[in-house]
């Protein structure tokens, strides 16, 4: 079975700034994929950024981007400039073909600090 | 197309009594999933549909719980007897999946979610 562990339940980052979430899994499959979600208070989850772990190169998109280490098993997300809007509730999840579900981390709570 | 829907957006039962919930998902999608959300954790997988057919169900769903996809379409998730335990936000996702079940990801777009309050 997979585990996602997020060890910071609460983070907080001044506007314009750069921030980064922490998340470490355990998984005995080779090929599988992970993601960041996010979840604005009282509005749905949307996928923020996703890695495939056959990929070397990091995920970027826009002002988010990965620290993928596949072989400590650890998934960071790096938010720069960071917004007002970036606020929210963030998961780190996991995919893997053969457990064909997302596991989810407990996620991140970021403040953003005007 | 506007997304993943689902009603009610919150419900409040008295323990005991059964509750059900829909999901619709976006059109075309042929996986549609059940998660479930306690306050200050993420989504626990309950369930998935591929079209009507039910693949998979968690531990967690328990023999109170059922969920149908009677035409490949729209979801409903029914608790029977419903205990305090089982308040939570109940989400709901769907996805476009080409593959056979051991396909490569294909993003999973989730609605709102269901509110659940057992009084």
């Known amino acids: 079975a997979q585990t996602v562990t997020q060890s910071q339940p609460e983070m907080s980052v001044q506007e314009a700034e750069t921030v980064t979430l922490s998340c470490t899994y355990d998984t005995s499959e080779s090929d599988y994929y992970l993601f960041w979600y996010k979840q604005p208070p009282s509005r749905q989850m949307i996928l923020v950024i996703r890695?495939?772990?056959?990929?070397?190169q990091n995920a970027t998109e826009n002002r988010f981007s990965v620290n993928f280490q596949k072989a400590a098993k650890s998934f960071s997300l790096k938010i720069s400039d960071s917004q007002l809007g970036d606020a929210a509730m963030y998961f780190c999840?996991?995919?893997?073909?053969?457990?064909?579900?997302?596991?989810f981390g407990s996620g991140t709570q970021l403040t953003v600090l005007p | 197309d506007t997304g993943v829907s689902q009603d009610p957006r919150h419900k409040i039962t008295k323990r005991g009594q059964n509750v059900t919930f829909r999901c619709d998902p976006i059109s075309e999608h042929n996986r549609l999933y059940w998660y479930r959300q306690t306050l200050g954790q993420g989504p626990e997988f309950l369930t998935y549909f591929q079209n009507e057919a039910q693949l998979e169900k968690s531990r967690l769903l328990s023999d109170r719980f059922s969920a149908e996809r009677p035409k490949g379409s729209f979801s409903t998730l029914e608790i029977q007897r419903t205990e305090q335990g089982d308040s939570a936000m109940y989400l709901c996702?769907?996805?476009?999946?080409?593959?056979?079940?051991?396909?490569?990801?294909?993003?999973?777009?989730f609605g709102p979610g269901t509110r659940l309050t057992v009084l």
């Open positions: 999840a996991f995919y893997s073909g053969s457990a064909r579900q997302l596991t």
């Open positions: 890695q495939e772990a056959y990929k070397q």
């Open positions: 996702a769907s996805s476009l999946t080409s593959g056979g079940l051991f396909s490569s990801y294909n993003e999973q777009f």
